[in-house]
């Protein structure tokens, strides 16, 4: 398996934003799902953490994840 770094960021209008509390996590693994206008994006640390985002042209928040 091939191993990386990356970098996910969000901006909108001049104005950069930080995931807070995911600084310094190692991400296991990332995805990202359209759907339509919208999508989601789905992170697994290594840690077992794992957080669900939604985004689209108007905004990104965090939604609720169980799993």
Do not use: C, Q
Request: hydrophobic share 35%; no cysteine; net charge negative.
């Amino acid at each position: 398996m091939m191993k990386g770094r990356f970098e996910v960021s969000y901006s909108e209008s001049d104005v950069e934003k930080e995931i807070p509390g995911l600084a310094g996590k190692t991400i296991a693994s990332a995805e990202v799902v359209h759907k339509g206008s919208e999508g989601l994006l789905t992170l697994r640390f290594t840690d077992g953490t794992v957080k669900r985002y939604g985004y689209n042209d108007l905004g990104f928040w965090e939604e609720d994840f169980e799993g």
